[in-house]
């Protein structure tokens, strides 16, 4: 039976990538073994390895996370990190009925968050 499902992500520069996902996006690193890392965040898991030749803007590595409620908030809470978070897109309903908002890691990675609309 399959019980979950955890993606595996490039990261181009460790301290940057541990950086964005902790300081920025509010995840914890629960392990670091050098070139792969894992880091949580409520109920969600997330694998990181390095991909030191990836080039961010030709990257095609993406991911979607369900939020259970409030995205807003999220939203509000991220769009104003120090540093600021550099491609963040406002929550927006889509015609598929989720509130989505999108967000790109330093790697190039697109995050879109999506909750029920």
Same mark, same amino acid.
């Given at each position: 039976?399959i019980?979950? %499902?955890?993606p595996k $992500?490039p990261?181009i520069?460790?301290?940057?990538? /541990?950086?964005?996902y902790?300081a920025?996006?509010?995840? +914890?690193l629960t392990?670091d073994y050098g070139d792969?890392?894992?880091?949580?965040?409520?109920a969600v898991?997330l694998?990181?390895f %390095?991909?030191p030749? $990836?080039?961010p803007?030709k990257?095609?590595?993406? /991911?979607?996370l369900?939020v259970?409620?409030?995205?807003? +908030?999220?939203?509000?809470q991220?769009?104003?990190t120090?540093p600021p978070?550099?491609?963040?897109?406002a929550?927006?309903?889509k015609?598929?009925?989720?509130?989505?908002m999108?967000v790109?890691?330093?790697n190039?990675?697109?995050?879109?968050?999506?909750q029920?609309g």
């Amino acid at each position: 039976m399959i019980t979950s %499902a955890i993606p595996k $992500l490039p990261f181009i520069d460790k301290q940057t990538t /541990i950086h964005f996902y902790t300081a920025q996006l509010g995840f +914890a690193l629960t392990a670091d073994y050098g070139d792969y890392l894992i880091m949580t965040k409520d109920a969600v898991e997330l694998h990181f390895f %390095a991909y030191p030749t $990836l080039q961010p803007h030709k990257s095609d590595f993406m /991911i979607y996370l369900r939020v259970d409620n409030n995205i807003q +908030a999220l939203y509000e809470q991220w769009k104003n990190t120090e540093p600021p978070i550099p491609r963040i897109e406002a929550p927006a309903l889509k015609p598929w009925g989720q509130i989505e908002m999108a967000v790109i890691d330093p790697n190039g990675t697109l995050l879109t968050f999506g909750q029920a609309g």
